[in-house]
C-alpha cells in the first residue's frame, strides 16, 4: 500500500510544477515529471534504483529528483533510498566506465551525433581528458558529488584507462556522500530544509568539495 506522506509530497510536487500541460517539445521538463510520478507509486525504491544506476551513463534526469519526494514522503526509510541511490549509481558508474574502456572507439560517433543534449558532446569528453592528466582521483569524486555531468566522467574515464580501483573509490564516496546528505536531511527536518536545499545544493556540494581538497591539502604540507 502507498505511504500517504509520499502521495502528498507527490501530488504537491505536482501541482508546483506542473499540472498544466507540458509542451510535447519540452521534453526534458516531460521526463523530469514522467521520473517524479513514481514517488506516488509502490514501485518508488526500484524506481530510484533504476533512475540512478542509468544517470551514471546515459539518462539526463539526476537520482536526486525521485530520491527527494520519497524521503519527504517516508523520513524513516531514507537511509535505505540513499543506500539503494548510491550502491545503483556506483553501479551504473562502472558500466560507464567499462563502455568508455571497451566500447567507445566503436560508439563514439553515434553518442555525439544523438546524445549531445544530456552532456555527452566532443567538447566536454576532451576537457575531461585534460583533467584526468593532471587530476585523476579528484575529478571522479567531483563529479560524483557535484552537478556536474556524472555520466561524461564515467564513460571518459574508461576512455582514458585511469585506476580503476582509485575510479571506484572516488566513485562510492562521492557518490554515497551526495545521496547520504540529501535524504538525511529530507528526512530529518522535511519540508522545513527542502527549499533551502533546492537553492543553494550547487553552493553546498562544491563548497564541501573544497573544504574537503583544502584539508588533503594542509595535511600533505604538514606532513
Not at 10 to 16: E, K, R, T
Not at 30 to 55: I, K, P, Q
Request: hydrophobic letters at 50%; charged letters at 15%.
Amino acid at each position: 500500500m502507498t505511504d500517504p506522506n509520499i502521495e502528498s509530497v507527490a501530488a504537491a510536487g505536482q501541482s508546483g510544477h506542473g499540472a498544466s500541460k507540458v509542451a510535447r517539445w519540452h521534453l526534458h521538463r516531460r521526463m523530469y515529471d514522467w521520473v517524479v510520478h513514481f514517488a506516488n507509486t509502490r514501485h518508488g525504491g526500484t524506481a530510484l534504483f533504476v533512475l540512478s544506476f542509468a544517470e551514471s551513463s546515459f539518462f539526463p534526469v539526476p537520482p536526486d529528483v525521485l530520491l527527494a519526494p520519497l524521503s519527504l514522503g517516508a523520513p524513516r526509510k531514507w537511509a535505505r533510498f540513499a543506500g539503494l541511490c548510491s550502491i545503483a549509481s556506483v553501479l551504473g558508474g562502472i558500466l560507464g566506465y567499462l563502455i568508455g574502456l571497451l566500447l567507445w572507439s566503436a560508439i563514439s560517433a553515434w553518442v555525439f551525433a544523438h546524445l549531445g543534449a544530456v552532456g555527452l558532446t566532443e567538447d566536454n569528453f576532451a576537457r575531461f581528458q585534460g583533467w584526468y592528466d593532471r587530476y585523476d582521483f579528484w575529478i571522479v569524486f567531483t563529479c560524483g558529488f557535484t552537478p556536474l555531468p556524472y555520466k561524461v566522467c564515467t564513460i571518459s574515464a574508461g576512455v582514458a584507462e585511469i585506476n580503476f580501483v582509485g575510479f571506484l573509490i572516488a566513485s562510492t564516496v562521492s557518490r554515497s556522500a551526495r545521496f547520504f546528505i540529501v535524504a538525511g536531511l529530507l528526512g530529518w527536518k522535511g519540508e522545513k530544509i527542502r527549499p533551502v536545499i533546492e537553492k543553494y545544493f550547487n553552493w553546498f556540494s562544491l563548497a564541501f568539495v573544497v573544504l574537503l581538497v583544502g584539508g588533503f591539502l594542509v595535511i600533505k604540507w604538514i606532513h
